[in-house]
């Protein structure tokens, strides 16, 4: 394992001591109400087989970029709650979906109760990808953003959206998508930075850096937290007392270092 990890070429982070901003509590067109900067509101997207994926808008002021933020098994958009409103006073609007694959972990998943049950983590692609096809109207630089299983799904929606996309996040990613390591095959393909990282745990590390080493070291960025826990949680006060304010620094760095 010490082999392995010293074999990775790309770049290696390790959680300081910075200080986060304090928390400011073609398939369709979307349907929802003029939005207020600053201010969140409620949108739906339609997915390739029709069905309704809801979302929730962070409008900044004078956006840097677009975050489209996924969510990890048996969460909903609500896992950003906390999060979403420190990225918009950063510079960036960001979009917090329901994918069908979701329950209730931080609040109620409207695509899944819509829908009558969860779905699997490959069902829930199309929900991803009305968000990126529903983004493309913003005209802002676009970056997927994923957590536990849909930071396995950001690397072939990345690779199949070429051109569309700036940039990864991907917050405890594996190969959550079956056999024949399809998300490393995907990580390979694509040619945009990547921001990844893991909790402290020796499995998920290992899975997230075997990802990381199939993309190019210089577009590549793995971030090994002091204090860190599964998926975008490690974001979260609540869930990451001890590290969360550490690892969003990282992540202002990051995106202020690659947003143009």
């Not at 400011?24 to 949108?43: I, Y």
């Not at 969860?118 to 970056?143: E, G, H, T, V």
Request: charged share 20%; aromatic share 8%; glycine share 8%.
């Amino acid at each position: 394992m010490r082999r392995f990890a010293a074999s990775l070429a790309f770049t290696l982070l390790v959680a300081g001591c910075g200080e986060a901003p304090t928390a400011t509590p073609k398939p369709t067109a979307a349907e929802g109400p003029a939005t207020t900067p600053g201010q969140p509101s409620d949108v739906t997207l339609k997915a390739a087989d029709g069905a309704r994926v809801f979302a929730r808008y962070y409008p900044a002021e004078h956006p840097k970029a677009l975050l489209l933020l996924f969510h990890q098994a048996g969460s909903s958009k609500d896992e950003y709650a906390p999060i979403a409103p420190s990225l918009v006073a950063d510079g960036y609007s960001a979009l917090a979906v329901d994918a069908r694959a979701g329950g209730d972990l931080f609040g109620p998943n409207q695509t899944v109760q819509a829908l009558g049950k969860s779905a699997d983590y490959a069902a829930a692609r199309q929900d991803l990808q009305a968000a990126i096809d529903w983004a493309q109207d913003k005209k802002l630089p676009i970056f997927l953003w994923g957590s536990s299983y849909s930071s396995a799904l950001v690397f072939p929606l990345a690779a199949a959206n070429k051109g569309k996309i700036a940039g990864v996040l991907a917050f405890s990613p594996n190969e959550y998508l079956g056999d024949a390591d399809p998300v490393k095959t995907a990580a390979g393909q694509i040619d945009v930075p990547v921001f990844i990282t893991a909790a402290n745990d020796a499995e998920e590390l290992d899975g997230a850096q075997a990802i990381a080493s199939r993309m190019a070291a210089d577009r590549t960025t793995f971030y090994k937290p002091r204090a860190g826990v599964h998926g975008a949680s490690t974001l979260r006060e609540d869930r990451n007392p001890k590290g969360w304010r550490a690892n969003f620094a990282a992540v202002e760095a990051w995106l202020k270092k690659v947003v143009s």
